[in-house]
């Protein structure tokens, strides 16, 4: 008999919140795949708003947090469908609103409570995650691991990214301490994949 999805999660130990940019392609790539594979987790973005690619590089198409992503698709499939399919942005969209309602952003997060473990996917993302963190009351002393894996923003270093996070969620999940194996971890991971991390711990 498979194991539902609230049963995987009662198992994990630790509660994920995926970060990038826009709360759009790499951190909701990862969110859904994590989601799939019964993590606790959550996903965000840092950025002021939801840039979307448009007809060119100086005409983005810009959301508000918090417009739903069925809004976003519904719009930009009346504007212009073939652009937006061929670029793969519905069907991003459409995915996207099969997870969860809408893009949230990093910054106003108090309310969704503590995460164990934030993972960022590009180095700026992380410095303002941890600039935030570091800004915020340090009322419960309760260590967060901020993790950051370089990932260019398209979807198919996103496809990749994704199952990189869950390989490495999988490996602070089989520890009793991260706090006392991220180093290792870390060591193992970057030699096995050839790929760099950089990481910090900081406080709620």
């Keep these: 008999m498979l194991m539902g999805e609230e049963e995987r999660k009662r198992k994990m130990?630790?509660?994920y919140a995926m970060v990038c940019s826009?709360?759009?392609?790499?951190?909701?790539?990862?969110?859904?795949l994590l989601k799939r594979e019964g993590f606790d987790v959550c996903s965000y973005g840092t950025g002021a708003h939801v840039?979307?690619?448009g007809p060119s590089l100086r005409e983005p198409n810009v959301y508000e947090f918090g417009t739903p992503y069925k809004q976003?698709?519904?719009?930009?499939?009346?504007?212009?469908?073939?652009l937006y399919k061929r670029n793969g942005i519905l069907p991003m969209l459409k995915r996207n609103y099969s997870v969860k309602t809408a893009p949230q952003r990093w910054q106003d997060n108090a309310a969704d409570g503590y995460f164990d473990v934030a993972f960022t996917f590009e180095e700026k993302v992380?410095?303002?995650?941890?600039?935030?963190?570091?800004?915020?009351?340090?009322?419960?002393?309760?260590?967060v691991l901020v993790i950051?894996?370089?990932?260019?923003?398209?979807?198919?270093?996103a496809a990749i990214g994704?199952?990189?996070a869950v390989d490495l969620c999988q490996e602070l999940e089989a520890v009793d301490f991260?706090?006392?194996?991220?180093?290792?971890?870390?060591?193992a991971f970057e030699q096995q994949h050839n790929r760099k991390l950089l990481y910090s711990i900081c406080f709620y």
């Design 126 to 143: 992380f410095d303002t995650v941890i600039e935030d963190l570091n800004n915020r009351k340090h009322s419960l002393m309760k260590s």
């Design 51 to 53: 840039k979307l690619p």
């Design 148 to 157: 950051n894996l370089e990932v260019k923003d398209n979807h198919e270093e």
């Design 13 to 15: 130990k630790l509660r």
């Design 72 to 82: 976003m698709y519904d719009e930009l499939r009346r504007r212009d469908p073939d």
């Design 22 to 32: 826009s709360n759009q392609n790499r951190s909701m790539e990862a969110h859904s």
């Design 178 to 187: 991260w706090e006392d194996s991220i180093d290792d971890i870390v060591a």
């Design 162 to 164: 994704a199952k990189l």
